[in-house]
């Protein structure tokens, strides 16, 4: 998974605070995603951005905000954290059409 | 809407066999996008392949193969020769955008090759 980092790895959360996951790559693609995997589920799309300055929502966008300052960077905030919420978040870019880049992954609990 | 379905939840086969993984669409577009991803044990996720609605040549690539029929709205993986690096979990997912916009996960099928 070079070119697409997320941090953090783990985090823990009570139920009410904030965060925010990053994820930045290094490839200059405009096409970046967020999505949920709840346990034993396939993905869930939450945003995507198709380049710097334009967001729109997925599937589930509801407990979420984005940003997309730059090409690099696409921050995902959760506002008031909800254990709904409790999932591993994974952050993709577009490699082109007929590809597409994950980063590691971030496994948030919120309890 | 669109749908999914991986009717196979885990599927178990000794190493050298052949498997085939199912995967069946539903959408009501002409112009859509299909894809196939791999999540091994370690968690990551690695993209395998996509076709477009288009394109229904069937797709080889090593020990992966790939058939996509219109006619019955299916688009199933089948591994030739299995290894044991090969378990993992497989998923298939639709997209009606050109860049997947708009993507629909199946819930997956759990492979698990044994030795």
């Known amino acids: 998974n070079a070119g697409v980092t997320q941090t953090p790895k783990f985090r823990i959360l009570k139920i009410g605070q904030s965060m925010t996951l990053q994820c930045t790559q290094d490839?200059?693609?405009?096409?970046m995603y967020w999505y949920r995997q709840d346990p034993g589920m396939g993905l869930k799309l939450i945003y995507y951005?198709?380049?710097?300055?334009?967001?729109d929502k997925g599937e589930v966008p509801n407990g979420y905000n984005v940003s997309r300052s730059t090409t690099e960077d696409f921050p995902l905030r959760l506002e008031l954290a909800a254990p709904s919420q409790t999932s591993v978040y994974f952050c993709?870019?577009?490699?082109?059409?007929?590809?597409?880049?994950f980063g590691p992954g971030t496994r948030l609990t919120v309890l | 809407a669109q749908k999914v379905t991986q009717a196979q939840t885990e599927i178990s086969v000794v190493e050298k066999e052949d498997v085939t993984l199912d995967c069946v669409y539903e959408?009501?577009?002409?112009?859509?996008?299909l894809f196939w991803y791999k999540q091994p044990p370690s968690g990551e996720l690695v993209f395998l392949i996509r076709?477009?609605?288009?394109?229904?040549q069937n797709e080889i690539s090593g020990r992966y193969s790939w058939n996509f029929q219109k006619s019955t709205s299916s688009f199933n993986f089948t591994i030739t020769a299995s290894q044991v690096v090969d378990s993992a979990v497989y998923f298939c997912?639709?997209?009606?955008?050109?860049?997947?916009?708009?993507?629909?996960f199946g819930p997956g099928t759990r492979l698990s090759v044994l030795p």
């Open positions: 993709a870019v577009n490699g082109g059409v007929d590809t597409q880049y």
């Open positions: 490839m200059n693609h405009n096409y």
């Open positions: 951005s198709v380049g710097a300055g334009i967001t």
């Open positions: 959408t009501r577009d002409t112009t859509y996008y």
């Open positions: 076709r477009n609605s288009f394109d229904e």
């Open positions: 997912a639709l997209s009606e955008a050109v860049y997947g916009q708009n993507f629909v």
